[in-house]
T-cell receptor, first 114, second 112 residues
């Protein structure tokens, strides 16, 4: 158990809909990262937040957005969903801000768009 | 972050040591070598990391060559539960660049 909690574990929704994925980081971790893993793309970095502020952005679509709240939990919002958005979405956390700090991953949220 | 090269797949007999190589010939002096593994669509699991010296923990050992251009992850007594995709990642962590960049990894299969 990494200490990173993600909900829901599984989600099935229709095209055009909007979903929210939730992540609670490990106790004491200030950084939260979101990754997407689809069958043909591998693990792709989407975005990072540190203590409530966006710190780095990767290959995140404009239809997707994220935020980190004062209690440090984070949400990834996916809108206007398309079939190709079906994937595993991982949240990860770390202390952040220091060289060599380790990133720990949650168990992921399976999103299926039908 | 420097690129890494890993064999796409490897087999290892159960109970033997599994040695997973990684080439990172363009690594810079401040970049760490990290190893993660992913067991069948579970979240990537941290294994070990190092900068220059060899490292050992309860899961594995990491051997980094003196010139730091390659490394080997050693699972000393492989079990069936070690079957997974293993990722070698070179990472320079600084403000705005703390993420891990995953490649395609090595699919390790432990044979009974």
């Amino acid at each position: 158990d990494s200490g990173v909690t993600q909900t829901p574990k599984h989600l099935i929704t229709a095209t055009g809909q909007r979903v929210t994925l939730r992540c609670s980081p490990r106790s004491g971790d200030l950084s939260v990262y979101w990754y997407q893993q689809s069958l043909d793309q591998g693990l792709q970095f989407l975005i990072q937040y540190y203590n409530g502020e966006e710190r780095a952005k990767g290959n995140i679509l404009e239809r997707f957005s994220a935020q980190q709240f004062p209690d440090l939990h984070s949400e990834l919002n996916l809108s206007s969903l398309e079939l190709g958005d079906s994937a595993l979405y991982f949240c990860a956390s770390s202390v952040g801000g220091a060289q060599g700090n380790t990133i720990y991953f949650g168990e992921g949220s399976w999103l299926t768009v039908v | 972050d420097a690129k890494t090269t890993q064999p796409p797949s490897m087999d290892c007999a159960e109970g033997r040591a599994a040695n997973l190589p990684c080439n990172h010939s363009t690594i810079s002096g401040n970049e760490y070598v990290y190893w993660y593994r992913q067991i069948h669509s579970q979240g990537p699991q941290y294994i070990i990391h190092g900068l220059k010296n060899n490292e050992t923990n309860e899961m594995a050992s990491l051997i980094i060559t003196e010139d730091r251009k390659s490394s080997t992850l050693i699972l000393p007594h492989a079990t069936l539960r070690d079957t997974a995709v293993y990722y070698c990642i070179v990472r320079l962590s600084f403000f705005g660049n703390e993420k891990l960049t995953f490649g395609t990894g090595t699919r390790l299969t432990i044979i009974p």
